[in-house]
């Protein structure tokens, strides 16, 4: 089946920094997604990125289809921003796949 | 107004028992899915329901089976609960397979 690597697997920051998290793949697929999981628990879709570029407010994902890559840049972050970051990717025909997610902590 | 609730939140059970987790999303969504989310937290698709009819059914023991009374609703009965059982699962589902929105969760302990 399909591999998904994120990187980094943690990443702490000051409130205020940026940071871009990344999601690399290995095949073509036809779905790929960004979750967020806040520290109480709670799954929520960021983003529905199979390619190109969208933003929303402080974030924004690039999906780099035919480098089969795709990156999450958080921007002026606050610690409302601490949790597990996923990537989820799906070929045709088959499952959605999560990567091992990365933890962000956010220090005030 | 909660899109995709599930209930209970928390189930704490003893080892042998038989539960049931709820799950029913008000989006008017076809497709329907159980995720189990493991210690570290990693996420694995169970099963996947679209129009009531099954259509992913990952390799899980026999013991859990859903079940879908209609289009709004996806269930998930685990038979002779085992230590292993014990996560999180997560119910979504999606409006057309790709864009998929979460419950909040059941956190099943079993002891």
């Known amino acids: 089946g399909i591999q998904v690597e994120q990187s980094p697997p943690d990443l702490i920051l000051q409130e205020g920094a940026n940071s871009t998290l990344r999601c690399n793949f290995s095949?073509?697929?036809?779905?790929l997604q960004w979750f967020h999981q806040n520290p109480w628990g709670q799954l929520i879709n960021l983003f529905y990125?199979?390619?190109g570029t969208k933003q929303n407010g402080r974030l924004s994902a690039t999906t780099v289809a035919t480098e089969r890559y795709s990156l999450l840049y958080i921007s002026s972050s606050q610690t409302t921003d601490s949790g597990v970051y996923f990537c989820?990717?799906?070929?045709?025909?088959?499952?959605?796949?999560f990567g091992e997610g990365t933890q962000l902590t956010v220090n005030p | 107004d909660t899109a995709v609730s599930q209930t209970p939140k928390y189930l704490v059970t003893q080892m042998g028992n038989d539960k049931s987790i709820k799950c029913e999303q008000n989006?008017?969504?076809?497709?329907m899915y159980w995720y189990k989310q493991d210690s570290k937290k990693f996420l694995k698709i169970m099963f996947s329901?679209?129009?009531?009819?099954?259509?992913i059914n990952e390799t899980v023991p026999n013991r859990f089976s859903p079940k879908s009374p209609d289009k709004a609703h996806l269930n998930l009965h685990i038979n002779s609960l085992e230590l292993g059982d014990s996560a999180v699962y997560f119910c979504?589902?999606?409006?057309?397979?790709?864009?998929?929105?979460f419950g909040p969760g059941t956190r099943l302990l079993v002891l």
């Open positions: 979504a589902s999606s409006p057309n397979g790709e864009t998929q929105y």
């Open positions: 095949d073509s697929v036809n779905n």
């Open positions: 990125i199979p390619s």
């Open positions: 989820a990717v799906q070929t045709s025909g088959s499952r959605l796949t």
């Open positions: 989006l008017g969504h076809d497709t």
């Open positions: 329901y679209n129009n009531k009819e099954l259509i």
